[in-house]
């Protein structure tokens, strides 16, 4: 079996199989991933296979990137080139085309001087590989388009797709797993839904699988959705009803605990506050955004300040601290961006354990330095795991609390206490744990390893990416950073087969502009990555402001 092995980041790699949409490669792909996953070696922590790339996610402090590598070039050296046995399940999804659920049939037809019905047959009757999932969560990446059908992408993208919606984009076609903005013209509906966080495995489709669509008219796509709805209570016919029941049940208990004291109630939410934690691991395969905290650092070490295991959820405030009544008494500890913490008016120290009585009030001053605030609780905050994770994700509607952020007059809830060391017994340990404090700087440089598609740049190019200084610009969410400054020169534009991006790949776009991938990035892209920053420095470069000063370096162990 051909292959290359390169880093991504000092935490992951990716095994490289070829370089174009090939069913072959994409078998290797998946047999790759099938007997890594047999070895069951500790320290790897997720394999996410895409149309020609396996990507790795493993312990550093298991594995150094020269011996995992050793450890796969021995097994996948031994595996044959080519293999028998087709890959997934044959999947049959039902589709309503044209009318309002697929408004741009016509256009299609008009660009391939097609008939309508000639689109719908067509369209449905191929056979469609599932090469990855990514995008959105749940998304499939359909190979398998009748070069007939080609058409172009929509000259301004609709501010939001409805979830089943199947669509064409230039050679591509596929169907929304969740609503999203987006650009595709889109022919039909299906009623079932590709993703659904409440079915034991939320993602539908996967990597292998073999789909068809099948024409179904609008009397039909409205019996489906009604008949799956009585069944099992949502518009899915692999609904699990298991675990529906155990979600309404999980619902009562919340509801039944309002009516109680809540431990405290949001009284101003400031800009953009949410429940956090270490992020949503492991769901990468099915385009599930890692998620969690943005500073990473500040929110373990507010938990350990109070005693907490450092994975709890805390709140994450962007930009300004909010206002919280307390009805229990409790600590907390504030860490991240520089602000002013104050206790009914009366100022408090941040980075160290807080003592909260019943009545009392927090709130906040400007910050003055960075961009999140970290209020950890100590037990942490109750709020149901998703995806074994308690992270909100907007763009998905998961985890926190209904996966939005939080709005005044929200009332939440600490966990039960646990068996863990008091503050008082681990004040000696507070010099040790304060050396993971996130300090912020104007000017920052971020140490980077090299992507394999370093490639893709002129060496006046990648000169200039380690040469010159960048400034973080106001675009810069829990998505991305964008940057300004020098253009990056491309050898042959920005744009590559969609691969595996992670926290801290730098992306170049058509303009030459750096893109750094941040806590809420999707888990696929496809602009040319010409680095990826390595895991110490992702704190700080989270808590750069609009304005902050960028240098790059190239990192050596």
Same mark, same amino acid.
């Given at each position: 079996?051909?292959?290359? %092995?390169?880093?991504?980041?000092? $935490?992951?790699?990716?095994?490289?199989?070829?370089?174009?949409?090939?069913?072959?490669?994409?078998?290797?792909?998946?047999?790759?991933?099938?007997? /890594?996953?047999?070895?069951?070696?500790?320290?790897?922590?997720?394999?996410?296979?895409?149309?020609?790339?396996?990507?790795?996610?493993?312990?550093?402090?298991?594995?150094?990137?020269?011996?995992?590598?050793?450890?796969?070039?021995?097994?996948?050296?031994?595996?044959?080139?080519?293999?028998?046995?087709?890959?997934?399940?044959?999947?049959?999804?039902?589709?309503?085309?044209?009318?309002?659920?697929?408004?741009? %049939?016509?256009?299609?037809?008009?660009?391939?001087?097609?008939?309508?019905?000639?689109?719908? &047959?067509?369209?449905?009757?191929?056979?469609?590989?599932?090469?990855?999932?990514?995008?959105? =969560?749940?998304?499939?990446?359909?190979?398998?388009?009748?070069?007939?059908?080609? !058409?172009?992408?929509?000259?301004?993208?609709?501010?939001?797709?409805?979830?089943?919606?199947?669509?064409?984009?230039?050679?591509?076609?596929?169907?929304?797993?969740?609503? $999203?903005?987006?650009?595709?013209?889109?022919?039909?509906?299906?009623?079932? #839904?590709?993703?659904?966080? &409440?079915?034991?495995?939320?993602?539908?489709?996967?990597?292998?699988?073999?789909v068809r669509f099948k024409p179904i008219n609008f009397d039909e796509y409205q019996e489906?959705?009604?008949?799956?709805?009585?069944?099992?209570?949502?518009?899915?016919? /692999?609904?699990?009803?298991?675990?529906? @029941?155990?979600? %309404?049940?999980?619902?009562?208990?919340?509801?039944?605990?309002?009516?109680? +004291?809540?431990?405290f109630t949001v009284k101003n939410a400031g800009f953009l506050t949410t429940i956090q934690?270490?992020?949503?691991?492991?769901?990468?395969?099915?385009?599930?955004?890692?998620?969690?905290?943005?500073?990473?650092?500040?929110?373990?070490? =507010?938990?350990?300040?109070?005693?907490?295991?450092?994975?709890?959820?805390?709140?994450?405030?962007?930009?300004?601290?909010?206002?919280?009544?307390?009805?229990?008494?409790?600590?907390?500890?504030?860490?991240?961006?520089?602000?002013?913490? @104050?206790?009914?008016?009366?100022?408090?120290?941040?980075y160290k354990a807080i003592k909260i009585n019943a009545g009392d009030e927090l709130s906040?001053?400007?910050?003055?330095?960075?961009?999140?605030?970290? %209020?950890?609780?100590?037990?942490?905050?109750?709020?149901?795991?998703?995806?074994?994770?308690?992270?909100?994700?907007?763009?998905?509607?998961?985890?926190?609390?209904?996966?939005? @952020?939080?709005?005044?007059?929200? +009332?939440?809830?600490?966990?039960?206490?646990?068996?863990? *060391?008091?503050?008082?017994? &681990?004040?000696?340990?507070?010099?040790?744990?304060?050396?993971?404090? !996130?300090?912020?700087?104007?000017?920052?440089?971020?140490?980077?390893?090299?992507?394999?598609?370093?490639?893709?740049? *002129?060496?006046?190019?990648?000169?200039?990416?380690?040469?010159?200084?960048? *400034?973080?610009?106001?675009? +810069?969410?829990?998505?991305?950073?964008?940057?300004?400054?020098? #253009?990056?020169?491309?050898?042959?534009?920005?744009?590559?087969?969609?691969?595996?991006?992670?926290?801290?790949?730098?992306? /170049?776009?058509?303009?030459?502009?750096?893109?750094?991938?941040? =806590?809420?990035?999707?888990?696929?892209?496809?602009?040319?990555?010409?680095?990826?920053?390595?895991?110490?420095?992702?704190? @700080?470069?989270?808590?750069?402001?609009?304005? +902050?000063?960028?240098?790059?370096?190239?990192?050596?162990?």
């Amino acid at each position: 079996m051909k292959f290359e %092995i390169y880093p991504l980041g000092d $935490s992951a790699l990716t095994i490289c199989f070829g370089d174009e949409i090939a069913p072959q490669i994409n078998d290797n792909v998946l047999k790759a991933a099938e007997s /890594i996953e047999a070895l069951d070696l500790s320290g790897l922590f997720e394999l996410i296979p895409t149309y020609c790339t396996l990507m790795i996610h493993y312990n550093k402090q298991v594995y150094s990137f020269a011996k995992i590598s050793k450890i796969l070039s021995e097994l996948l050296g031994d595996l044959p080139e080519k293999f028998g046995t087709a890959w997934g399940r044959n999947i049959e999804i039902p589709v309503c085309y044209g009318g309002e659920l697929g408004p741009d %049939i016509e256009n299609v037809a008009k660009h391939t001087k097609l008939s309508e019905d000639e689109v719908v &047959r067509l369209h449905s009757e191929a056979e469609y590989r599932v090469y990855m999932l990514g995008f959105l =969560a749940g998304f499939p990446y359909l190979g398998g388009l009748n070069p007939k059908l080609e !058409t172009p992408r929509l000259d301004s993208p609709r501010t939001k797709i409805e979830a089943g919606s199947v669509g064409i984009a230039g050679k591509q076609t596929g169907a929304y797993s969740i609503a $999203s903005p987006g650009g595709w013209q889109l022919i039909g509906r299906t009623p079932i #839904k590709l993703y659904d966080i &409440r079915r034991p495995k939320p993602a539908l489709l996967q990597a292998g699988d073999r789909v068809r669509f099948k024409p179904i008219n609008f009397d039909e796509y409205q019996e489906l959705v009604q008949s799956f709805e009585e069944e099992n209570g949502d518009s899915s016919p /692999i609904y699990s009803k298991e675990s529906s @029941k155990e979600r %309404i049940e999980e619902i009562e208990e919340r509801e039944r605990k309002a009516e109680e +004291c809540a431990a405290f109630t949001v009284k101003n939410a400031g800009f953009l506050t949410t429940i956090q934690d270490q992020g949503r691991n492991g769901y990468r395969s099915m385009g599930v955004s890692v998620s969690g905290a943005m500073d990473k650092a500040s929110a373990a070490l =507010a938990n350990m300040l109070i005693g907490n295991s450092y994975k709890e959820a805390v709140l994450e405030c962007m930009a300004m601290g909010p206002v919280l009544s307390f009805s229990k008494d409790t600590q907390i500890a504030i860490t991240g961006a520089g602000t002013t913490p @104050k206790i009914n008016g009366v100022e408090v120290k941040e980075y160290k354990a807080i003592k909260i009585n019943a009545g009392d009030e927090l709130s906040f001053g400007p910050v003055t330095q960075g961009m999140f605030i970290y %209020i950890a609780f100590e037990n942490g905050i109750d709020v149901p795991k998703e995806l074994g994770s308690r992270s909100t994700h907007m763009r998905t509607q998961m985890g926190g609390l209904e996966g939005r @952020k939080l709005v005044k007059g929200d +009332c939440l809830f600490l966990r039960k206490p646990f068996n863990k *060391t008091s503050v008082k017994n &681990r004040e000696e340990d507070f010099g040790k744990i304060l050396s993971f404090r !996130t300090v912020w700087h104007k000017e920052i440089t971020l140490r980077v390893i090299p992507d394999r598609f370093e490639s893709r740049f *002129t060496k006046k190019g990648i000169d200039t990416f380690y040469s010159s200084q960048y *400034t973080v610009s106001t675009s +810069c969410d829990r998505m991305g950073y964008r940057l300004e400054g020098e #253009k990056i020169e491309h050898i042959d534009g920005a744009d590559i087969i969609t691969d595996v991006v992670i926290m801290g790949s730098v992306q /170049i776009t058509p303009k030459g502009q750096p893109i750094i991938m941040m =806590a809420d990035c999707q888990t696929t892209g496809g602009y040319t990555r010409i680095g990826n920053i390595i895991s110490e420095d992702l704190p @700080k470069l989270a808590q750069c402001t609009p304005g +902050c000063k960028i240098k790059f370096e190239l990192w050596s162990n």
